[in-house]
C-alpha cells in the first residue's frame, strides 16, 4: 500500500500512469505571468497644456501597427463624468482595457444614487494605484496617460501616470514624440503656474494646434487628423472637438530642393 | 548549431533610413520616376523633404532606398563612372550600363550594403528602360517597378491598375495615386511626391503637395 501524500485517493499507476507532476505547477510557475511584453497596435503621443481658465489637450487619431498606419479612427481622448478627460498613449488594446476601467468606476460612481462625484483627482490616483500594481506583477498596462479636468473645488488638475506607475504633474505635459518635439514648445509660452494664468484660451489652443503640425511634420507615427479637448473653469465644461487636421502647413519649398550635395537637376 | 548563421543588422547604430516608396514606370514617350520625401531615424522624420530622385547621368536617374548613405556613396560612384564613360566613348552610356554598374557594385558589397535601388532612364536605343536592384544586388528589367516599404502596401493596386504605353499624363496620375495610398499606410513614407520624366525631350521634375495628392 502507498500512504504517500500525492497518492491519496489516487488510482494505481497501471491505471492512468505515473503522477504528471507538471499539473499542479501550472499555476505555480516561478516565473511572473507576463502578459503585454510589447505594444502591437499604439497611439502616439498625447499632449496638454494649462491655460488661464482650464486645460487644452490634444491626441491624434491614428493606431499604428509598428509602422503600418493600421487605424485612423482611433479616440484617444477619453472624457470621465463630465469633469475629467483622459488622454491614452501606447497599446490600443490597454486603451480599450482602461475605458472599461473607467465605465467601471464610473458606474460604482452611480450606486447609492447620490449626485455623481467622480473627480480627475480620483481618476487619477485610482489610474495610478492600477497602473502600478499591475507593473509590479510584471503585466502592465502599456500605456502613457494624461488626466485632466476640474477638482470638487473647481480647481485644474493637469497629472500624468504610467506603466511604471511612474506620476506627475505640471503646467504642460507630453507623453510620446511630444515629450521631446512638444514640451519645449508648450514651455516658451507656460514656463511655470503663473505664466499658464496669463495664456488665454485662444492663445493656449493655438500652441497645442501648432504643436499638433509640428509632431505631424516630425513623427513618423502620426496622422495630421487629430482631437481637441477645451476644459473651461468659467464655462464648468468640457468641450471635445474632433476630426480637426493641421492647417498652414509648410511645403512648397520643398520644390527648391535637388539632390542631396552636389548641385544636380 | 546547423548551417550558417549570419546576423543581418540593418541599420548601423545612428544610421539614418530612407523609410521610402518608390516606382519608376515606362510609357509611351519614356520614363517617369517617382517618389516620396521622407528620411527617418525610426520614428523621428530626419528629413520631410528629402530628393530620393538622383541623376547618375543625362537622362539616366535612380529611385534610391534603403540606407541613405549606402544609396548615396554607390549613386555617386556610378555618376563617376558613367561620366568618365562619356569622355572615353563620346557617346551617353544607355540606362543598361547605369544598371549593369549598380548591380555589380550593389552585388559585391552586398554584406556591407543595405540599398533597394530602381535604374530607370531613357536612351536613343532602348527607348525607355527600367531595371530594380534590390537588397543583395539581383538585376530586374521590368515594364514598371515599386520598392521601399510603403511598396507592400500597393502591390494589389499596381497589379491591376498599371497598363503598357499610357500616355504622359495618365502615367503622372498613376504613380500619384499609387504613391498616395503607399504614403497613407506607410509610417516611414510622407512628404511632398517627387516626379522626373524622362523623355527624348529632356528632364522634368515635378512636385505635388499634400493637398494635391491625399485625395488622388
Given at each position: 500500500m502507498n500512504h504517500g501524500p500525492y497518492d491519496w485517493g489516487r488510482p494505481s499507476d497501471d491505471t492512468y500512469g505515473a503522477y504528471n507532476h507538471q499539473i499542479a505547477a501550472a499555476n505555480n510557475s516561478q516565473?511572473?505571468?507576463?502578459?503585454?511584453?510589447?505594444?502591437?497596435?499604439?497611439?502616439?503621443?498625447?499632449?496638454?497644456?494649462?491655460?488661464?481658465?482650464?486645460?487644452?489637450?490634444?491626441?491624434?487619431?491614428?493606431?499604428?501597427?509598428?509602422?503600418?498606419?493600421?487605424?485612423?479612427?482611433?479616440?484617444?481622448?477619453?472624457?470621465?463624468?463630465?469633469?475629467?478627460?483622459?488622454?491614452?498613449?501606447?497599446?490600443?488594446?490597454?486603451?480599450?482595457?482602461?475605458?472599461?476601467?473607467?465605465?467601471?468606476?464610473?458606474?460604482?460612481?452611480?450606486?447609492?444614487?447620490?449626485?455623481?462625484?467622480?473627480?480627475?483627482?480620483?481618476?487619477?490616483?485610482?489610474?495610478?494605484?492600477?497602473?502600478?500594481?499591475?507593473?509590479?506583477?510584471?503585466?502592465?498596462?502599456?500605456?502613457?496617460?494624461?488626466?485632466?479636468?476640474?477638482?470638487?473645488?473647481?480647481?485644474?488638475?493637469?497629472?500624468?501616470?504610467?506603466?511604471?506607475?511612474?506620476?506627475?504633474?505640471?503646467?504642460?505635459?507630453?507623453?510620446?514624440?511630444?515629450?521631446?518635439?512638444?514640451?519645449?514648445?508648450?514651455?516658451?509660452?507656460?514656463?511655470?503656474?503663473?505664466?499658464?494664468?496669463?495664456?488665454?484660451?485662444?492663445?493656449?489652443?493655438?500652441?497645442?494646434?501648432?504643436?499638433?503640425?509640428?509632431?505631424f511634420y516630425r513623427d513618423a507615427r502620426s496622422i495630421d487628423k487629430y482631437s481637441l479637448a477645451v476644459i473651461s473653469q468659467s464655462r464648468k465644461k468640457i468641450d471635445i472637438h474632433k476630426g480637426l487636421r493641421c492647417e498652414d502647413m509648410k511645403w512648397e519649398f520643398a520644390k527648391h530642393i535637388r539632390g542631396y550635395g552636389a548641385p544636380q537637376l | 548549431m546547423n548551417g550558417i548563421n549570419v546576423d543581418i543588422n540593418h541599420l548601423k547604430k545612428g544610421e539614418v533610413n530612407l523609410g521610402t516608396s518608390i516606382m519608376a514606370v515606362k510609357f509611351d514617350g519614356g520614363v517617369i520616376l517617382g517618389a516620396d520625401s521622407r528620411t527617418t531615424t525610426g520614428a523621428y522624420i530626419a528629413n520631410r523633404v528629402t530628393d530620393k530622385l538622383t541623376q547618375v547621368h543625362g537622362t539616366v536617374w535612380c529611385c534610391r532606398s534603403g540606407s541613405a548613405a549606402d544609396t548615396q556613396a554607390v549613386a555617386d560612384i556610378v555618376k563617376y563612372h558613367l561620366e568618365l564613360y562619356e569622355a572615353q566613348h563620346g557617346a551617353p552610356p544607355t540606362t543598361k550600363i547605369a544598371a549593369s554598374l549598380f548591380q555589380e557594385l550593389c552585388y559585391n558589397n552586398k554584406d556591407a550594403l543595405t540599398a533597394g535601388i530602381i535604374c530607370a532612364g531613357y536612351d536613343d536605343k532602348e527607348k525607355g528602360a527600367i531595371y530594380s536592384i534590390p537588397i543583395g544586388g539581383s538585376i530586374h528589367k521590368q515594364e514598371y517597378a515599386i520598392a521601399g516599404s510603403g511598396s507592400t502596401f500597393i502591390y494589389g493596386y499596381c497589379n491591376k491598375n498599371f497598363k503598357s504605353n499610357m500616355t504622359r499624363d495618365e502615367t503622372v496620375e498613376f504613380i500619384k495615386t499609387s504613391l498616395s495610398q503607399a504614403i497613407k499606410w506607410d509610417g516611414s513614407s510622407g512628404g511632398v511626391i517627387r516626379m522626373v520624366v524622362l523623355t527624348a525631350s529632356g528632364v522634368e521634375r515635378l512636385v505635388f503637395y499634400p493637398e494635391d495628392y491625399v485625395n488622388a
Open positions: 516565473f511572473p505571468k507576463m502578459n503585454t511584453q510589447q505594444p502591437i497596435v499604439t497611439g502616439t503621443s498625447v499632449i496638454a497644456v494649462k491655460y488661464q481658465d482650464g486645460i487644452v489637450l490634444a491626441a491624434d487619431n491614428l493606431g499604428s501597427y509598428g509602422s503600418l498606419a493600421r487605424f485612423s479612427d482611433i479616440e484617444r481622448l477619453l472624457p470621465v463624468g463630465d469633469s475629467t478627460i483622459v488622454g491614452i498613449s501606447g497599446d490600443i488594446s490597454d486603451l480599450q482595457q482602461i475605458e472599461r476601467i473607467l465605465d467601471d468606476l464610473q458606474v460604482q460612481d452611480s450606486y447609492d444614487m447620490e449626485k455623481p462625484n467622480l473627480k480627475p483627482e480620483h481618476v487619477h490616483e485610482y489610474l495610478s494605484r492600477v497602473f502600478y500594481n499591475r507593473r509590479s506583477k510584471m503585466d502592465p498596462l502599456w500605456n502613457s496617460t494624461i488626466v485632466a479636468g476640474l477638482s470638487s473645488t473647481n480647481e485644474l488638475v493637469l497629472k500624468y501616470a504610467d506603466l511604471l506607475g511612474v506620476t506627475y504633474s505640471s503646467p504642460a505635459i507630453a507623453t510620446g514624440f511630444g515629450a521631446h518635439l512638444a514640451i519645449p514648445l508648450l514651455r516658451r509660452k507656460v514656463e511655470t503656474e503663473e505664466d499658464a494664468s496669463k495664456l488665454t484660451e485662444e492663445e493656449a489652443v493655438e500652441l497645442v494646434r501648432n504643436c499638433m503640425k509640428v509632431l | -
